[in-house]
């Protein structure tokens, strides 16, 4: 039991979690069915783009020595000898002065190395004439100039999104290399704890931790195992983690992580033989989150409290999901952002507030949740963001620069730090 | 046929769509899977937040009267009559300068008014002192202070989130009624395209567009319908559209708009006797994309080029989706971002560029893609968002302050409109 606590700060709590995690291994998965996880493999390009060298206009294609000298005053004659639609090639020989009249997409004939836009013409009878000199690849794109076959294009860790699900259907990976995603259970505990289906009883609360959580796992793209708790006794609950061990990678539990004499988790850990990485952080809300490793599993205990869950959610757990998945970006992204209601009171510890953000003219807004009483649920059901407040002697006011956790986004980014 | 189209600007081109939107009407869903949806009704408080008036502190609950006159020369005594646990309460009534002794949580008992923290007494046998006055409601949280019962948590229109479904959960609605889901289809034209798993041929490119798309509606929470095509001509493609239209209420195709012979879909619309709301639009890449309505279905003409097809899908499709759903906030935020790489081509219409963006020191950077021709493949493999540049006489120079759209993002805004 561990009732003396030392705080440790939120950039060490996390590097601790992150240096305990251990990845998932590998599956395929349908390319079609790729999208958010994270390549185990490089993907690599499996033909040279452009495929061969085409022209990038719709035009004549010419060779370029055959433009020598022309001018204003001396305009050079083509002869248009053969026509070469998109789709096609010619293995015609030009001689000189001699053109292929070519669309956009088409394959360059052997003999021509440039091409002149239409509107860089003149039409005479059986051909045109130019006004300038042409030099080699002008209009064209040329094999490989965007990638060779073999070049890497999205690097392994990167987080599959509808660009990378377009560049795999490029180069005709039907099927591709991901990390599986991590089994995750999550439980709640608490004597007080309702199911949403049932009427409120005196001292009692309706468990919202366990559905919030499921939302952020899915918002992750991972179906969360939910495990329910009929009763919150010690051998009741150390049983149903000891199962639960069996059967995912993770466990997140929300509350008894308090020192009180109900807060059970620590007892459990104990008990279990887990190491516990930390059970107090310098931040608020959430000081008591508690988190330990057992074999290659992860416990994380975040506070009883909804916006003390959520953050800690958020800055614990889902890196590290992303971490075993070998993201190579892991983090959410902090983003200046402009506060928009006071926080007066000042706080000598790091606070990450679950707040309402939003957007107006290019700048990013927050309003924080849970501390203007009058509106603590309506901004904890709005929340989509995290505000993080620097500890110190002074509150915040209103069109202060502060920094922002994106919790709705998708890109993450390579490391964690606050002041 | 339009083969004289009059180009719009890209405000005028989203207003169109927009005002041509038909709700997809409700249906019910069980609160767990509500996450990324729209509530189809104002969610509103089912009990008073909190339940009853309660302690905000463990200490004494004692009635404020008869604190009067204490002071540090002056200590006012207290007896303890009964202890107050939490999730409980008490009927006894407090005569003068009695006591509870109360847990944080616990209901404050008819009584009592005000609560005094155990680090504000000094112990006495069987009670304790006080050296201050204390006013009636100090640390007590009062019935009702977060929301009374009926007032209205969240607004009609707002997409479900982690926070959202917590306070469903909260107020015991295992259901929810949102906004359905519009019906997509998916249909990329083009006799130049191949499968996935197709061997590449000399002028054909695997079909992209159709897997990117998809994703981008999976992104939104929308599973997509995939239609295949087999050959490419007017009555196949006319018979196909035909079909889709009593399947879904939105047909995304991808090529065959611009004024080739073998763009079929402006014949196709006219055939139809859909209304073309515009076909041409001041903008690059992208600038055929085309829009129709045929009675209450949307018909979204999407350009065959990769990168005007995912910022046509952002652009006009999504916020079209949204708002089907009736979403409140149905666009995507654009944000201040930093330009990482020199655009130096000058353009006279908006540009809207496919980009990897990522985040630094709370800045955003967006690097563009497919036009540093050596890394086209790239950072289309890696975009998450859209660069928005203004038209006009000159290029971009690495660090210029430009407007990107976050499409990583579920959250949105209100308004539309780019200079």
């Given at each position: 039991m561990t009732l003396n606590r030392t705080p440790i700060h939120v950039n060490d709590a996390v590097s601790k979690v992150m240096e305990r995690v251990k990845s998932t291994g590998t599956e395929t998965v349908s390319y079609d069915q790729s999208y958010n996880r994270v390549l185990a493999k490089d993907l690599t390009a499996t033909s040279d783009v452009p495929l061969f060298t085409k022209s990038a206009m719709d035009g004549f294609a010419v060779h370029s020595s055959s433009t020598a000298g022309a001018s204003g005053d001396n305009r050079v004659p083509f002869k248009v000898v053969e026509e070469v639609p998109a789709g096609s090639s010619s293995d015609y020989i030009l001689k000189d002065n001699e053109a292929f009249r070519i669309m956009t997409g088409a394959e360059i004939p052997e003999s021509a190395d440039t091409v002149v836009m239409f509107e860089q013409t003149k039409e005479i009878d059986g051909g045109f004439t130019i006004r300038r000199e042409f030099k080699p690849y002008e209009n064209i794109a040329q094999q490989g100039e965007e990638c060779r076959t073999g070049d890497v294009i999205v690097e392994k860790g990167t987080m599959i999104n509808p660009g990378t699900v377009a560049t795999l259907a490029t180069f005709g990976y039907s099927e591709v290399e991901v990390f599986k995603q991590p089994a995750v259970g999550v439980l709640s505990t608490g004597t007080e704890l309702l199911e949403v289906e049932d009427g409120l009883e005196r001292g009692k609360i309706r468990n919202s931790n366990t559905p919030m959580i499921l939302s952020q796992l899915s918002r992750m793209g991972i179906e969360g195992k939910h495990y329910k708790l009929e009763t919150d006794d010690f051998d009741t609950l150390y049983t149903r983690i000891k199962a639960m061990l069996d059967e995912v990678d993770v466990i997140i539990t929300t509350g008894g992580v308090s020192v009180g004499d109900y807060d059970l988790l620590p007892k459990i850990y104990d008990a279990l033989g887990a190491?516990?990485?930390?059970?107090?952080?310098?931040?608020?809300?959430?000081?008591?989150?508690t988190v330990s490793a057992l074999d290659d599993k992860l416990l994380f205990g975040l506070s009883g409290n909804p916006s003390a869950c959520y953050s800690g959610f958020e800055l614990f757990t889902r890196p590290a999901l992303n971490l075993m998945q070998e993201a190579a970006l892991p983090f959410a992204p902090f983003v200046d952002a402009v506060l928009d209601e006071d926080f007066t009171k000042a706080n000598p510890f790091t606070r990450f507030i679950r707040a309402e953000l939003f957007f107006k003219a290019g700048k990013i807004y927050a309003r924080p949740s849970g501390f203007n009483k009058s509106n603590a649920v309506t901004s904890i059901a709005k929340s989509n963001g995290v505000i993080v407040l620097p500890g110190g002697t002074r509150g915040f006011e209103s069109g202060d620069a502060v920094k922002v956790m994106l919790t709705d986004v998708t890109t993450g980014t390579d490391s964690f730090g606050v002041e």
């Open positions: 190491e516990v990485l930390f059970n107090k952080v310098a931040m608020r809300p959430g000081s008591v989150t």
